[in-house]
């Protein structure tokens, strides 16, 4: 989780330049007619969305039109029409290509905070969208929060930087496994259960803890060489030092918190690093 500028589109612009770039006469007098309608809701949202109280946004049924054809003109003009630039320009504001809701997968889309299919009014509203991976994308799916907590992370007005938000353990049996979660200490408590909601919903351990076992099999055999070369000290130090280096440039990656967890558990820099699954072979 990490956050990325507000894009800089305007609103009230962006939905006139859809009426404009829409060809059915009826449908134009429609979008029109409802046009003064959804730039106060527009407004609305910026209000709650600096406070992060979305969740008290009620749905609101179109008055000039139905649901669809309101939703629609973002996959019609925004995604495959004359406003893709707005499309393009919020998918690439993504640091490296990274989905900022999960720090690992790469964008593929743009995901509606709040659902087009509830909200259809914020359809192409910037600070609704954001940039996602498609993994992230379908395991939100229309979620629509009920209450503060339920909030998923919104990273265009979060900004939980200062907080270290991920926890790694390491479980050493006849494998090591690892597992993740968000830190039960050092966080404010509305911050950690929505971070825990996010987790939960996202399903951020699984694909956490799926990278993280290729990644230890991609390790081994440089744990073994620095074990062997200057014993479990320095295999600490090797590992202390790469949560700090894994820091850059996301500090809320299971990466860090993976490297973290190993660096604390002596069992496995004192030798149980052998117990690392071996690959398979392909």
Known sequence: MFRIPLPRYDAETIFTNCIDRTEDPELVETLTAERARVIKRCAMYAVHAKDMTLFEIE??????????DLAEIYDRVVVGGGERHVFLGIKAAA????????????VASLDHYLPRENYPEFAVLPMNLVPSCSGCNGEKRSFI??????????PYFDNWSMHTLLTATVH?????????GIAEDGLPDLVRRRAQHHFDRLKLDELYSANAEVELISKREDFQMT????????????????????????????????????AECSQFWQGDYALIETPIQL
């Open 95 to 106: 640091p490296y290509n990274r989905c900022p809701l999960c720090a690992h997968r790469d």
């Open 227 to 262: 074990f062997e070369a200057g014993g479990p000290e320095v295999l600490r130090q090797e590992l202390a030092r790469e949560a700090i280096n894994r820091r850059r440039p996301f500090r809320n990656a299971w990466q860090p918190a993976l490297y973290r967890a190993l």
């Open 145 to 154: 929060p009920n209450v503060a907590e339920e909030q998923l992370y919104h």
């Open 172 to 180: 050493i049996g006849a494998y090591v496994d690892v597992s993740f």
């Open 59 to 68: 749905p609101e049924p179109p008055v000039h039109l139905i649901r669809e």
